[in-house]
């Protein structure tokens, strides 16, 4: 296991679709994040899990947003009836908890990149 | 959440030192300061953190100021692969991170 997957790479889709993405963190990380990144800016916190509970939602993430990590392993996030708006990168990121001596280091994918047309 | 000011931009000569600043003034006792960068089309990567003494690892130097009101991150020689955006996070405890817009760091070669 070499670092956190994201899958698809890169999405178009039409406005009104729904889409999802998939990702895949380091195996023995029980911590997983979404962010949200547009051109210029920082990564946006949308929420993060610990094993299989959703522990955190941010407030932009609107109710056409929904995520889930079933089994506590890989995480999917979908968009419903996407916006223009929506068009970003979507960066996964795994952790283990923060322990004495450890740095809480967040491990991110390459992202997905979202296109709406 | 604790607010960090960074400027928007630097440049540095490739081979040369780099002294990132950080202002974050409203820091509070249990916020640790944390860098990460974020180089070309990749997701960002963790670089170091500290909470009051400086700190060193391969990657670079974190210096932090007595009353904790500011930090800079040192890149001893910066290389061209060291061209990224810096980004400085207070954090506390295990909270997600919280990422402002950082600095464009350019390498000249």
């Known amino acids: 296991d070499t670092g956190v997957s994201q899958d698809p790479r890169h999405k178009i889709t039409k406005r009104g679709q729904n889409v999802t993405f998939r990702c895949d963190p380091i195996?023995?990380?029980?911590?997983l994040y979404w962010y949200r990144q547009t051109l210029g800016q920082g990564p946006e916190f949308l929420t993060y899990?610990?094993?299989?509970?959703?522990?955190?939602k941010s407030r932009l993430l609107s109710d056409r947003f929904s995520a889930e990590r079933p089994k506590g392993s890989f995480s999917t996030l979908e968009i419903q009836r996407t916006e223009q708006g929506d068009s970003a990168m979507y960066l996964c990121?795994?952790?283990?908890?923060?322990?004495?001596?450890?740095?809480?280091?967040?491990?991110f994918g390459e992202g997905s990149r979202l296109t709406v047309l | 959440d604790a607010k960090t000011t960074q400027p928007n931009s630097m440049e540095s000569n490739e081979e040369e030192p780099v002294h990132l600043p950080c202002n974050h003034s409203?820091?509070?006792?249990?916020?640790?300061i944390h860098w990460y960068r974020q180089l070309p089309s990749q997701g960002p990567e963790y670089v170091i953190h500290?909470?009051?003494s400086n700190v060193n690892n391969r990657m670079a130097s974190l210096a932090i100021a007595e009353d904790r009101k500011s930090s800079t991150l040192i890149l001893h020689r910066a290389t061209l692969r060291d061209a990224a955006v810096y980004y400085c996070?207070?954090?506390?405890?295990?909270?997600?991170?919280?990422f402002g817009k950082g600095t464009r760091l350019s390498v000249i070669a």
């Open positions: 899990f610990q094993n299989e509970a959703q522990l955190e």
């Open positions: 409203t820091i509070s006792g249990t916020d640790y």
């Open positions: 996070i207070l954090r506390r405890g295990n909270t997600p991170l919280v």
């Open positions: 195996s023995e990380h029980n911590r």
């Open positions: 990121a795994s952790s283990t908890p923060l322990t004495q001596g450890d740095t809480g280091e967040l491990f």
């Open positions: 500290g909470l009051t």
